[in-house]
């Protein structure tokens, strides 16, 4: 066992870096909900419609790789998003089963009602751009070295 391992088993339980990602991931969406609630929306469904707003028509394939939302969650929210009319389904042509999302005139219009939500949720965290870039690049990594050990 290496010292990092070994060192991580006896630390205290409030300062285990696995309940620390888990609180502040609950809390941030926590701070999302009341932003999103004026808007009709849940964390997850803003995510999905964030990313429909800056790459436009995408395959439900691609927005799950995108969240690293598996088919069978994501299916039931964009069978939500779209009965908000919000966005719509479509099978591709040529390729019966890629089912595209795209934005509804609905959709393209929650994003000007949302527009303030990123600045309030940026206030919120009381971290400056330098701070939070910083904190940004360092989960990325994070993840990306423990998706390469799962893969």
């Not at 999302?32 to 790459?55: C, I």
């Not at 088919?71 to 019966?96: C, F, I, M, Q, Y």
């Amino acid at each position: 066992m290496t010292a990092m391992r070994s060192q991580e088993l006896t630390e205290e339980f409030d300062d285990q870096l696995c309940l620390a990602l888990y609180l502040a991931s609950r809390a941030m969406t926590a701070t999302y909900r009341p932003v999103l609630d004026e808007l009709g929306l849940t964390y997850p469904q803003y995510l999905v419609l964030r990313l429909l707003w800056e790459e436009g028509t995408s395959s439900v394939g691609e927005i799950g790789a995108r969240l690293h939302l598996e088919s069978n969650t994501l299916s039931p929210l964009v069978k939500r998003l779209e009965a908000l009319d919000l966005v719509s389904r479509h099978r591709r042509a040529g390729d019966e089963r890629t089912v595209d999302v795209q934005l509804t005139r609905q959709g393209k219009a929650m994003r000007r009602r949302a527009a303030g939500v990123p600045a309030q949720i940026c206030e919120a965290t009381e971290l400056d751009a330098p701070s939070r870039a910083r904190l940004i690049k360092k989960l990325r990594r994070l993840t990306a070295d423990l998706e390469r050990k799962h893969a």
